[in-house]
């Protein structure tokens, strides 16, 4: 069964570091998104791509963050200066034409320091 | 108000009982509704679309009622293995938009 993947499963970083977090959506799909979960608190929306655009963000997708496709597999975000509320699990997840139902990935976990 | 709003629990329940899980949405605009279970430090995995005419998969029974901005499970017959946290997920957008999660009920289920 495909499934969405990512990499790395953890990363630990000093605050004011850049990091980027890797995700290999399922070959088909076409809809891209970014999700954190900090520790305790529920799952929030960071940003939907299509189209090799953004077509939404959040509040809380600033000007730190940034998403790319560089090629026909790979999705990234980055986060060009961590801080320390960065730390949380960061969930990529896609989506097909039908665009019922979001596969999530298996995460990263980030902790900035 | 929150957009998605969901009684954190935890349910503690004995193996084969009966347990259901309410939610309610502020947005009567939402699309398209859905229970994904997350277990602890995992991916949320897809559980069941909701729909208005309700739906069963197996255990579980999911309804919407739109009206009411409410959605439910049903799960029966409960197992060791249904220990999780089940989340209450609403999308706004059928167009590729974005899912809004609410903050999860945890149930454990006891032998």
């Known amino acids: 069964e495909p499934e969405v993947t990512q990499t790395p499963s953890h990363q630990v970083t000093q605050m004011g570091q850049e990091v980027i977090l890797r995700c290999v959506p399922i070959?088909?799909?076409?809809?891209f998104y970014w999700y954190r979960q900090i520790l305790g608190q529920k799952v929030e929306f960071l940003v939907s791509?299509?189209?090799?655009?953004?077509?939404?963000k959040s509040e809380i997708f600033d000007d730190q963050f940034s998403v790319e496709r560089p090629d026909g597999s790979n999705f990234t975000l980055k986060i060009r200066s961590t801080k320390l509320e960065d730390s949380a699990m960061y969930f990529c997840?896609?989506?097909?034409?039908?665009?019922?139902?979001?596969?999530f990935g298996p995460g990263t976990r980030l902790l900035v320091l | 108000r929150k957009e998605v709003e969901q009684d954190p629990g935890p349910f503690n329940v004995p193996e084969g009982a009966t347990v259901a899980f309410n939610c309610t949405y502020s947005?009567?605009?939402?699309?398209?509704f859905f229970w994904y279970r997350q277990d602890c430090r995992k991916e949320p995995k897809l559980l069941m679309s909701?729909?208005?005419s309700g739906n069963e998969d197996g255990r579980f029974t999911a309804q919407l009622n739109r009206a009411s901005q409410y959605i439910s499970l049903l799960i029966r017959d409960s197992k060791l293995s249904d220990s999780a946290t089940y989340l209450c997920?609403?999308?706004?957008?059928?167009?590729?938009?974005?899912?809004?999660f609410g903050q999860g009920t945890e149930l454990s289920v006891k032998p």
């Open positions: 997840a896609s989506t097909g034409q039908s665009q019922e139902t979001q596969y």
């Open positions: 909701v729909y208005s």
């Open positions: 997920v609403v999308n706004d957008d059928n167009q590729g938009g974005k899912l809004i």
């Open positions: 947005n009567s605009a939402s699309q398209s």
């Open positions: 791509f299509y189209n090799n655009e953004i077509s939404e």
């Open positions: 070959s088909n799909h076409l809809y």
